[in-house]
Protein backbone atom coordinates (compact mmCIF):
# COMPACT_ATOMS: atom_id res chain seq x y z
CA UNK A 1 0.00 0.00 0.00
CA UNK A 2 1.60 3.23 -0.99
CA UNK A 3 1.90 5.64 1.56
CA UNK A 4 -0.53 8.63 1.58
CA UNK A 5 1.35 12.15 1.85
CA UNK A 6 0.07 14.66 3.78
CA UNK A 7 -0.79 18.11 2.59
CA UNK A 8 1.79 20.88 2.70
CA UNK A 9 0.15 23.62 5.45
CA UNK A 10 -0.82 26.50 4.16
CA UNK A 11 1.36 29.70 5.42
CA UNK A 12 0.42 33.03 6.24
CA UNK A 13 3.15 35.65 6.34
CA UNK A 14 1.89 38.84 8.12
CA UNK A 15 3.67 42.36 7.88
CA UNK A 16 2.38 45.08 10.97
CA UNK A 17 2.40 48.62 10.72
CA UNK A 18 2.20 51.45 13.23
CA UNK A 19 0.12 51.42 16.59
CA UNK A 20 -0.12 48.68 19.50
CA UNK A 21 -3.95 48.51 17.79
CA UNK A 22 -2.23 46.90 15.25
CA UNK A 23 -0.13 45.10 17.05
CA UNK A 24 -3.68 43.53 19.12
CA UNK A 25 -5.14 43.75 15.47
CA UNK A 26 -2.66 41.76 13.83
CA UNK A 27 -3.08 38.68 16.62
CA UNK A 28 -6.34 38.85 16.78
CA UNK A 29 -6.71 38.07 12.92
CA UNK A 30 -4.05 35.41 13.25
CA UNK A 31 -6.33 34.15 16.12
CA UNK A 32 -9.11 34.40 13.61
CA UNK A 33 -7.41 32.12 10.86
CA UNK A 34 -6.03 29.92 13.24
CA UNK A 35 -8.74 27.22 12.30
CA UNK A 36 -8.25 27.17 9.23
CA UNK A 37 -4.74 25.80 9.74
CA UNK A 38 -2.08 28.79 8.12
CA UNK A 39 0.90 28.22 9.19
CA UNK A 40 2.92 31.49 9.67
CA UNK A 41 6.02 32.09 7.52
CA UNK A 42 8.07 34.96 7.83
CA UNK A 43 8.95 34.81 4.04
CA UNK A 44 6.62 36.22 1.53
CA UNK A 45 7.42 34.48 -0.75
CA UNK A 46 6.85 31.20 0.57
CA UNK A 47 2.96 32.65 1.93
CA UNK A 48 -0.46 31.29 0.43
CA UNK A 49 -2.06 33.91 2.04
CA UNK A 50 -0.40 37.78 2.37
CA UNK A 51 -1.76 40.26 5.15
CA UNK A 52 -0.36 43.74 5.47
CA UNK A 53 -1.75 45.45 8.47
CA UNK A 54 -1.19 48.97 7.50
CA UNK A 55 -1.26 52.16 9.33
CA UNK A 56 -2.52 55.43 7.67
CA UNK A 57 -0.66 58.17 10.64
CA UNK A 58 2.75 58.37 9.24
CA UNK A 59 3.62 60.31 5.65
CA UNK A 60 4.07 58.30 2.46
CA UNK A 61 2.21 55.39 4.36
CA UNK A 62 -0.17 54.92 1.38
CA UNK A 63 3.23 55.16 -1.11
CA UNK A 64 4.79 52.63 0.99
CA UNK A 65 1.87 49.89 0.72
CA UNK A 66 1.85 50.00 -2.89
CA UNK A 67 5.28 50.21 -3.08
CA UNK A 68 5.38 47.15 -0.47
CA UNK A 69 2.28 45.63 -3.52
CA UNK A 70 4.62 45.83 -6.36
CA UNK A 71 7.07 43.57 -4.78
CA UNK A 72 4.41 41.54 -3.65
CA UNK A 73 3.48 41.00 -7.30
CA UNK A 74 6.61 39.50 -8.11
CA UNK A 75 6.13 36.70 -5.63
CA UNK A 76 2.37 36.55 -6.64
CA UNK A 77 3.19 35.97 -10.68
CA UNK A 78 6.41 33.32 -9.73
CA UNK A 79 3.94 31.01 -7.91
CA UNK A 80 1.43 31.65 -10.37
CA UNK A 81 4.17 30.00 -12.92
CA UNK A 82 4.62 27.08 -10.38
CA UNK A 83 0.62 26.44 -10.10
CA UNK A 84 0.94 27.94 -6.61
CA UNK A 85 -1.63 30.71 -5.19
CA UNK A 86 -1.10 34.10 -3.17
CA UNK A 87 -4.06 35.84 -1.73
CA UNK A 88 -2.68 39.61 -0.86
CA UNK A 89 -4.96 41.00 1.65
CA UNK A 90 -4.35 45.01 2.62
CA UNK A 91 -6.17 45.39 6.19
CA UNK A 92 -5.61 48.26 8.74
CA UNK A 93 -6.50 52.14 8.40
CA UNK A 94 -4.86 52.58 4.71
CA UNK A 95 -7.13 50.09 3.70
CA UNK A 96 -10.28 51.73 5.19
CA UNK A 97 -9.52 55.04 4.13
CA UNK A 98 -7.91 54.35 0.65
CA UNK A 99 -9.87 51.20 -0.50
CA UNK A 100 -12.22 52.04 -3.45
CA UNK A 101 -8.59 53.40 -4.82
CA UNK A 102 -6.34 50.23 -4.21
CA UNK A 103 -8.81 47.85 -5.67
CA UNK A 104 -8.21 50.36 -8.68
CA UNK A 105 -4.59 50.62 -8.53
CA UNK A 106 -3.61 47.13 -7.82
CA UNK A 107 -5.56 44.52 -9.50
CA UNK A 108 -3.01 41.96 -7.58
CA UNK A 109 -5.03 42.30 -4.55
CA UNK A 110 -7.23 40.49 -3.44
CA UNK A 111 -9.13 41.70 -0.69
CA UNK A 112 -9.29 44.93 0.91
CA UNK A 113 -10.65 44.86 4.58
CA UNK A 114 -11.24 48.15 7.24
CA UNK A 115 -10.38 47.17 11.16
CA UNK A 116 -13.86 46.59 11.71
CA UNK A 117 -14.88 43.09 9.52
CA UNK A 118 -11.55 41.09 10.55
CA UNK A 119 -14.17 38.82 12.42
CA UNK A 120 -15.20 37.52 8.83
CA UNK A 121 -11.25 37.18 7.31
CA UNK A 122 -12.23 33.65 7.07
CA UNK A 123 -14.85 33.67 4.83
CA UNK A 124 -13.66 37.19 2.91
CA UNK A 125 -10.71 34.92 2.31
CA UNK A 126 -12.18 31.92 1.41
CA UNK A 127 -14.23 33.40 -1.00
CA UNK A 128 -11.43 36.22 -2.51
CA UNK A 129 -8.89 33.03 -2.69
CA UNK A 130 -11.77 31.50 -4.75
CA UNK A 131 -12.28 34.61 -6.71
CA UNK A 132 -16.05 34.92 -5.81
CA UNK A 133 -16.46 37.40 -3.48
CA UNK A 134 -16.52 41.13 -2.94
CA UNK A 135 -12.89 42.61 -2.86
CA UNK A 136 -13.83 45.19 -0.80
CA UNK A 137 -15.15 44.59 3.26
CA UNK A 138 -14.66 48.07 4.90
CA UNK A 139 -18.22 48.32 6.16
CA UNK A 140 -19.30 46.72 9.92
CA UNK A 141 -19.49 48.18 13.14
CA UNK A 142 -17.15 47.66 15.71
CA UNK A 143 -20.02 46.00 18.17
CA UNK A 144 -20.46 43.32 15.55
CA UNK A 145 -16.52 42.42 15.63
CA UNK A 146 -16.05 42.54 19.26
CA UNK A 147 -18.84 40.01 19.26
CA UNK A 148 -17.47 37.63 16.74
CA UNK A 149 -13.74 37.46 17.30
CA UNK A 150 -12.92 34.04 19.05
CA UNK A 151 -11.47 33.81 22.71
CA UNK A 152 -7.73 34.79 23.06
CA UNK A 153 -4.70 32.46 22.65
CA UNK A 154 -2.04 34.72 24.47
CA UNK A 155 1.44 33.53 24.09
CA UNK A 156 2.58 35.31 27.46
CA UNK A 157 2.45 36.68 30.44
CA UNK A 158 1.42 40.23 29.33
CA UNK A 159 -1.51 41.27 26.96
CA UNK A 160 -3.30 43.05 25.40
CA UNK A 161 -7.42 43.81 25.39
CA UNK A 162 -8.92 46.05 23.12
CA UNK A 163 -12.02 48.00 25.05
CA UNK A 164 -12.51 50.92 23.02
CA UNK A 165 -12.20 51.76 19.06
CA UNK A 166 -12.47 54.86 17.15
CA UNK A 167 -12.49 58.53 18.04
CA UNK A 168 -14.93 61.61 17.72
CA UNK A 169 -11.97 64.04 18.74
CA UNK A 170 -11.08 65.36 15.22
CA UNK A 171 -7.48 66.78 16.17
CA UNK A 172 -7.02 68.45 12.92
CA UNK A 173 -3.96 66.87 12.08
CA UNK A 174 -5.16 63.31 12.85
CA UNK A 175 -6.61 60.46 10.49
CA UNK A 176 -8.09 58.33 13.09
CA UNK A 177 -11.65 59.55 12.82
CA UNK A 178 -11.43 59.00 9.31
CA UNK A 179 -9.77 55.51 9.77
CA UNK A 180 -11.53 54.08 12.70
CA UNK A 181 -14.54 55.68 12.86
CA UNK A 182 -17.03 56.57 15.31
CA UNK A 183 -15.81 56.08 19.54
CA UNK A 184 -17.26 52.79 20.60
CA UNK A 185 -16.92 51.22 23.69
CA UNK A 186 -17.47 47.51 24.09
CA UNK A 187 -19.79 46.24 26.75
CA UNK A 188 -17.85 45.99 29.79
CA UNK A 189 -19.37 42.31 30.70
CA UNK A 190 -17.80 41.24 27.13
CA UNK A 191 -14.15 43.11 28.73
CA UNK A 192 -14.22 41.20 32.05
CA UNK A 193 -14.77 37.81 30.30
CA UNK A 194 -12.33 38.01 28.20
CA UNK A 195 -9.74 39.60 30.61
CA UNK A 196 -10.65 36.35 32.93
CA UNK A 197 -9.89 33.54 30.07
CA UNK A 198 -6.38 35.33 29.71
CA UNK A 199 -5.71 34.96 33.28
CA UNK A 200 -6.81 32.02 33.38
CA UNK A 201 -4.40 31.08 30.48
CA UNK A 202 -1.52 32.86 32.18
CA UNK A 203 -1.66 36.49 31.11
CA UNK A 204 -0.31 38.32 34.55
CA UNK A 205 -0.39 42.35 33.40
CA UNK A 206 -3.21 43.70 31.03
CA UNK A 207 -2.63 46.79 28.89
CA UNK A 208 -6.33 47.80 27.44
CA UNK A 209 -6.50 49.39 24.35
CA UNK A 210 -8.34 52.18 22.55
CA UNK A 211 -7.67 55.27 20.59
CA UNK A 212 -9.32 57.33 23.80
CA UNK A 213 -9.24 54.26 25.92
CA UNK A 214 -10.20 56.76 29.08
CA UNK A 215 -13.00 57.96 27.39
CA UNK A 216 -14.80 54.46 27.87
CA UNK A 217 -18.67 54.16 28.10
CA UNK A 218 -19.80 51.11 27.85
CA UNK A 219 -22.11 50.94 30.49
CA UNK A 220 -19.87 52.12 33.49
CA UNK A 221 -16.84 54.43 33.68
CA UNK A 222 -13.16 53.99 32.63
CA UNK A 223 -12.59 53.97 36.15
CA UNK A 224 -15.04 51.86 37.66
CA UNK A 225 -14.13 49.50 34.65
CA UNK A 226 -10.50 49.31 35.92
CA UNK A 227 -11.86 48.50 39.37
CA UNK A 228 -13.42 45.61 38.55
CA UNK A 229 -10.52 44.46 36.49
CA UNK A 230 -8.89 44.63 39.30
CA UNK A 231 -10.97 42.65 41.18
CA UNK A 232 -9.83 39.40 38.50
CA UNK A 233 -7.53 36.90 40.65
CA UNK A 234 -4.37 36.40 38.67
CA UNK A 235 -4.12 39.60 37.11
CA UNK A 236 -1.67 41.68 38.75
CA UNK A 237 -0.66 44.86 36.79
CA UNK A 238 -3.28 46.75 34.77
CA UNK A 239 -2.26 49.70 32.33
CA UNK A 240 -4.16 51.46 29.27
CA UNK A 241 -2.67 53.49 26.42
CA UNK A 242 -3.64 55.74 24.80
CA UNK A 243 -4.97 58.86 26.73
CA UNK A 244 -6.61 62.24 26.26
CA UNK A 245 -6.14 64.86 28.86
CA UNK A 246 -9.76 65.82 28.86
CA UNK A 247 -11.14 62.60 29.92
CA UNK A 248 -9.05 62.62 32.59
CA UNK A 249 -11.68 62.31 35.11
CA UNK A 250 -11.65 62.72 39.27
CA UNK A 251 -12.17 59.37 40.18
CA UNK A 252 -9.38 58.43 37.30
CA UNK A 253 -6.83 59.89 38.97
CA UNK A 254 -8.56 58.87 42.68
CA UNK A 255 -7.66 55.03 41.64
CA UNK A 256 -4.22 56.12 40.41
CA UNK A 257 -3.73 56.93 44.03
CA UNK A 258 -5.96 53.86 45.49
CA UNK A 259 -5.44 50.80 43.16
CA UNK A 260 -1.95 49.24 43.45
CA UNK A 261 -2.82 46.80 40.56
CA UNK A 262 -2.59 50.20 38.25
CA UNK A 263 0.42 50.52 37.19
CA UNK A 264 2.43 54.16 37.75
CA UNK A 265 2.84 55.14 34.31
CA UNK A 266 0.79 57.17 32.37
CA UNK A 267 0.84 57.68 29.11
CA UNK A 268 -1.08 60.95 28.19
CA UNK A 269 -0.11 63.36 24.86
CA UNK A 270 -0.04 66.44 25.09
CA UNK A 271 1.13 67.18 21.18
CA UNK A 272 1.89 71.01 21.97
CA UNK A 273 3.03 73.69 24.74
CA UNK A 274 1.50 76.00 22.86
CA UNK A 275 -2.00 77.54 23.80
CA UNK A 276 -2.49 78.49 20.29
CA UNK A 277 -0.87 75.19 18.69
CA UNK A 278 -2.97 73.61 21.03
CA UNK A 279 -6.52 75.54 19.86
CA UNK A 280 -5.28 75.14 15.91
CA UNK A 281 -4.82 71.07 16.56
CA UNK A 282 -8.40 71.34 18.33
CA UNK A 283 -6.99 69.39 21.24
CA UNK A 284 -9.95 70.71 23.74
CA UNK A 285 -7.44 71.49 26.14
CA UNK A 286 -4.15 74.16 27.08
CA UNK A 287 -1.12 73.50 28.37
CA UNK A 288 -2.73 74.60 31.89
CA UNK A 289 -5.00 72.27 32.00
CA UNK A 290 -2.25 69.82 31.12
CA UNK A 291 0.00 70.78 33.92
CA UNK A 292 -2.93 70.83 36.72
CA UNK A 293 -3.92 66.71 35.70
CA UNK A 294 0.10 66.40 36.36
CA UNK A 295 -0.18 67.87 39.75
CA UNK A 296 -3.14 65.93 40.49
CA UNK A 297 -1.83 62.57 39.44
CA UNK A 298 1.21 63.19 41.61
CA UNK A 299 -0.44 64.05 44.51
CA UNK A 300 -1.84 60.64 44.32
CA UNK A 301 0.79 58.58 43.26
CA UNK A 302 3.96 60.72 43.88
CA UNK A 303 6.00 58.09 41.53
CA UNK A 304 3.95 58.13 38.52
CA UNK A 305 5.90 57.69 35.46
CA UNK A 306 4.95 60.17 32.86
CA UNK A 307 4.94 59.59 28.88
CA UNK A 308 3.23 61.95 25.94
CA UNK A 309 3.25 62.06 22.21
CA UNK A 310 3.97 65.34 20.49
CA UNK A 311 4.25 67.00 17.55
CA UNK A 312 7.04 69.54 16.10
CA UNK A 313 6.06 71.80 12.69
CA UNK A 314 2.24 72.32 13.12
CA UNK A 315 1.57 74.84 10.54
CA UNK A 316 1.95 78.17 11.59
CA UNK A 317 4.09 77.29 14.52
CA UNK A 318 6.68 79.55 15.35
CA UNK A 319 9.97 79.17 17.17
CA UNK A 320 8.40 80.65 20.49
CA UNK A 321 5.56 78.41 20.18
CA UNK A 322 8.06 75.63 20.42
CA UNK A 323 9.82 76.97 22.67
CA UNK A 324 6.67 76.90 24.85
CA UNK A 325 6.84 72.67 24.27
CA UNK A 326 10.39 72.72 25.29
CA UNK A 327 9.20 74.63 28.36
CA UNK A 328 6.33 72.60 29.16
CA UNK A 329 8.81 69.53 28.93
CA UNK A 330 11.32 70.84 31.00
CA UNK A 331 8.32 71.76 33.94
CA UNK A 332 6.59 67.99 33.23
CA UNK A 333 9.68 65.87 33.33
CA UNK A 334 8.92 63.07 31.47
CA UNK A 335 10.18 59.32 31.65
CA UNK A 336 9.80 58.40 27.98
CA UNK A 337 7.89 59.39 25.13
CA UNK A 338 7.00 60.00 21.44
CA UNK A 339 7.94 62.58 19.36
CA UNK A 340 7.63 63.28 15.18
CA UNK A 341 7.75 65.93 12.65
CA UNK A 342 4.17 67.41 11.62
CA UNK A 343 3.03 65.76 8.36
CA UNK A 344 -0.04 66.49 6.52
CA UNK A 345 -2.50 63.70 5.98
CA UNK A 346 -4.81 64.20 3.35
CA UNK A 347 -8.01 65.14 4.21
CA UNK A 348 -7.64 66.36 7.56
CA UNK A 349 -8.41 69.80 8.30
CA UNK A 350 -4.54 70.72 8.77
CA UNK A 351 -3.25 69.80 5.84
CA UNK A 352 -5.17 72.98 4.15
CA UNK A 353 -3.83 75.25 6.93
CA UNK A 354 -1.52 78.37 5.91
CA UNK A 355 1.91 78.39 7.27
CA UNK A 356 2.91 75.07 6.57
CA UNK A 357 6.78 74.82 8.54
CA UNK A 358 9.72 73.96 6.15
CA UNK A 359 11.07 70.68 6.29
CA UNK A 360 14.40 71.58 7.96
CA UNK A 361 12.47 73.64 10.51
CA UNK A 362 10.99 70.80 11.52
CA UNK A 363 13.95 68.25 11.74
CA UNK A 364 15.77 71.50 13.86
CA UNK A 365 12.65 71.33 16.43
CA UNK A 366 12.30 67.61 16.59
CA UNK A 367 15.88 67.23 17.52
CA UNK A 368 16.20 69.67 20.19
CA UNK A 369 13.13 67.93 21.77
CA UNK A 370 14.25 64.77 21.37
CA UNK A 371 17.61 65.76 22.80
CA UNK A 372 16.24 67.08 25.74
CA UNK A 373 12.98 64.05 26.26
CA UNK A 374 16.09 61.32 25.71
CA UNK A 375 17.99 63.15 28.27
CA UNK A 376 14.68 62.91 30.65
CA UNK A 377 14.28 59.47 29.76
CA UNK A 378 18.08 58.65 30.58
CA UNK A 379 17.76 60.23 33.85
CA UNK A 380 14.92 58.78 34.69
CA UNK A 381 15.93 55.77 34.50
CA UNK A 382 19.76 56.62 36.39
CA UNK A 383 17.29 57.82 39.49
CA UNK A 384 16.09 53.80 39.83
CA UNK A 385 19.65 52.62 40.56
CA UNK A 386 19.84 51.54 43.82
CA UNK A 387 16.06 50.83 44.19
CA UNK A 388 14.42 47.66 45.02
CA UNK A 389 12.04 47.16 42.19
CA UNK A 390 8.97 44.41 41.34
CA UNK A 391 9.52 43.30 38.54
CA UNK A 392 7.34 40.59 36.28
CA UNK A 393 9.47 38.05 34.73
CA UNK A 394 8.81 37.89 31.04
CA UNK A 395 11.53 35.83 29.82
CA UNK A 396 15.08 35.12 29.34
CA UNK A 397 17.69 38.11 29.63
CA UNK A 398 20.62 38.55 27.28
CA UNK A 399 23.00 36.77 28.97
CA UNK A 400 23.12 32.88 29.90
CA UNK A 401 21.46 33.04 33.96
CA UNK A 402 19.86 35.96 33.12
CA UNK A 403 15.67 36.77 33.31
CA UNK A 404 13.77 39.52 31.73
CA UNK A 405 11.17 41.61 32.63
CA UNK A 406 9.16 44.27 32.89
CA UNK A 407 9.56 47.27 35.62
CA UNK A 408 5.99 49.33 37.28
CA UNK A 409 7.19 52.05 35.38
CA UNK A 410 7.13 50.12 31.90
CA UNK A 411 11.28 50.05 31.99
CA UNK A 412 12.77 47.17 30.43
CA UNK A 413 14.67 44.97 33.14
CA UNK A 414 17.82 42.29 32.47
CA UNK A 415 18.65 40.48 35.90
CA UNK A 416 20.43 38.00 37.06
CA UNK A 417 18.72 34.75 38.28
CA UNK A 418 17.99 31.25 36.74
CA UNK A 419 15.42 30.07 38.81
CA UNK A 420 12.24 33.10 38.73
CA UNK A 421 9.53 31.60 36.40
CA UNK A 422 7.51 33.73 34.05
CA UNK A 423 4.76 35.70 35.63
CA UNK A 424 6.55 35.78 38.93
CA UNK A 425 6.53 38.91 40.13
CA UNK A 426 10.38 39.11 42.20
CA UNK A 427 12.67 41.90 43.63
CA UNK A 428 15.25 43.25 41.57
CA UNK A 429 17.87 45.51 42.76
CA UNK A 430 19.07 48.01 40.39
CA UNK A 431 22.27 48.53 39.46
CA UNK A 432 22.63 49.97 36.18
CA UNK A 433 20.68 52.08 33.69
CA UNK A 434 20.99 53.27 30.45
CA UNK A 435 18.51 55.12 28.34
CA UNK A 436 16.56 52.05 27.40
CA UNK A 437 16.89 49.36 29.70
CA UNK A 438 18.05 48.55 33.49
CA UNK A 439 20.02 45.82 35.07
CA UNK A 440 19.94 44.29 37.99
CA UNK A 441 20.17 41.39 40.35
CA UNK A 442 17.59 39.72 42.16
CA UNK A 443 16.76 40.01 46.09
CA UNK A 444 16.75 36.39 47.12
CA UNK A 445 13.42 37.69 49.56
CA UNK A 446 10.93 40.45 49.41
CA UNK A 447 12.57 43.81 50.53
CA UNK A 448 10.89 43.78 54.43
CA UNK A 449 12.56 40.43 55.10
CA UNK A 450 15.34 40.77 53.66
N1 LIG B 1 -5.38 58.85 20.28
C1 LIG B 1 -4.10 59.16 20.67
C2 LIG B 1 -4.04 60.60 21.11
O1 LIG B 1 -5.02 61.29 21.13
O2 LIG B 1 -3.00 61.05 21.51
C3 LIG B 1 -3.05 58.77 19.67
C4 LIG B 1 -3.36 58.84 18.21
S1 LIG B 1 -2.11 58.62 17.02
C5 LIG B 1 -2.32 56.95 16.63
C6 LIG B 1 -0.57 58.61 17.81
C7 LIG B 1 0.20 59.88 17.67
O3 LIG B 1 0.60 60.10 16.33
C8 LIG B 1 -0.52 61.13 18.07
O4 LIG B 1 -0.58 61.31 19.44
C9 LIG B 1 0.29 62.20 17.39
O5 LIG B 1 1.34 62.65 18.20
C10 LIG B 1 0.88 61.46 16.17
N2 LIG B 1 0.27 61.94 14.93
C11 LIG B 1 -0.99 61.77 14.51
N3 LIG B 1 -1.20 62.40 13.33
C12 LIG B 1 -0.03 62.99 13.01
C13 LIG B 1 0.40 63.81 11.92
N4 LIG B 1 -0.44 64.15 10.95
N5 LIG B 1 1.69 64.24 11.91
C14 LIG B 1 2.53 63.90 12.90
N6 LIG B 1 2.17 63.14 13.96
C15 LIG B 1 0.91 62.69 14.02
FE1 LIG C 1 -6.36 61.36 16.65
FE2 LIG C 1 -6.94 63.32 18.37
FE3 LIG C 1 -8.52 61.17 18.21
FE4 LIG C 1 -6.06 60.94 19.27
S1 LIG C 1 -7.79 62.18 20.08
S2 LIG C 1 -7.04 59.56 17.78
S3 LIG C 1 -4.91 62.36 18.05
S4 LIG C 1 -8.22 62.68 16.63
Known amino acids: MSEQKRPEPKRLFMETYGCQMNVYDSERMRDVLAPLGYAITEKPDDADLVILNTCHIREKATEKV ?30 QAEGEEIMRRAPEVDLVVGPQAY ?38 VTAFLSIQEGCDKFCTF ?30 REVTLLGQNVNA ?50 LHLPVQ ?3 DRILKAMNRKHDSAFYRDIITRLRAVRPDIALSSDFIVGFPGEKEREFE ?52 QQTAFNLAQIDRVLPVLVTGKGRMPGQKHGRTPYLQSMHFDDDAAQNGDIVYVRVVGASQNSLSGARLALAPEAA
Open 119 to 156: HKLPELIARAARKTGERLAADFTAQEKFDALPARAPDG
Open 216 to 265: YHGGSTFAELLDALAQIEGIARIRYITSHPIEMTDDLIALHGSETKLMPY
Open 324 to 375: ETMQLVRDVTFASAFSFKYSPRPGTPAAAMLGQVSEEEKSDRLARLQKLLFE
Open 66 to 95: YSEIGRLRAHKERRASEGKGMTITIAGCVA
Open 174 to 203: CVVPYTRGAEFSRPQASIIAEARVLADKGV
Open 272 to 274: AGS
